[in-house]
């Protein structure tokens, strides 16, 4: 059974899902919600998600200890094992990305991956910006993804 929940925190409202003791969805205020059968109970791992989340938020947080898995095709899996190693206060363009994944010619793709990822914040995609340095591309919308930035100290 699935369960989702949604609160409202201190940069928007934000969803988690859980599934079989692990986290496999997080929803931003802009994202679409699937229209499916899920329990609103909170889960013990949907708490501590939250708790973890809430921390991260206040700057007491800079590694998630949560159990997730991310569903996906097998690229974009391979993208986002790679994001997950990128640090708090670490940044890295699409291209670094597309060649830490052996495909060094993919920046677009990986762009379509970070599009769909299920775990944001979590997998970090705001972490992930232009080869230029601008803040493009973020399913949070880039306020959000220059608010992240700056609370890891990328940004001043």
């Given at each position: 059974m699935k369960h989702r929940v949604f609160k409202e925190m201190a940069f928007g409202r934000i969803g988690v899902q859980e599934e079989d003791g692990k986290i496999t969805w997080v929803f931003l205020h802009d994202t679409k919600i699937p229209s499916e059968e899920v329990d609103a109970t909170e889960t013990p791992v949907i708490r501590q998600a939250f708790r973890e989340l809430e921390e991260y938020f206040a700057?007491?947080?800079?590694?998630?200890?949560?159990?997730?898995e991310p569903r996906g095709p097998a690229f974009r899996m391979r993208v986002w094992k790679e994001l997950h190693k990128v640090k708090y206060?670490?940044?890295?363009?699409?291209?670094?990305?597309?060649?830490?994944?052996?495909?060094?010619?993919?920046?677009?793709?990986?762009?379509?991956?970070?599009?769909?990822?299920?775990?944001?914040?979590?997998?970090p995609c705001h972490r992930v910006i232009g080869s230029n340095g601008s803040l493009t591309g973020f399913g949070g919308g880039l306020p959000l993804k220059e608010k992240l930035l700056k609370l890891e100290g990328v940004l001043l």
């Open positions: 700057g007491k947080r800079k590694v998630f200890t949560i159990p997730l206060g670490e940044t890295m363009t699409y291209g670094e990305l597309a060649k830490r994944v052996g495909s060094p010619n993919a920046a677009r793709a990986v762009g379509g991956a970070m599009h769909n990822n299920p775990l944001s914040i979590f997998y």
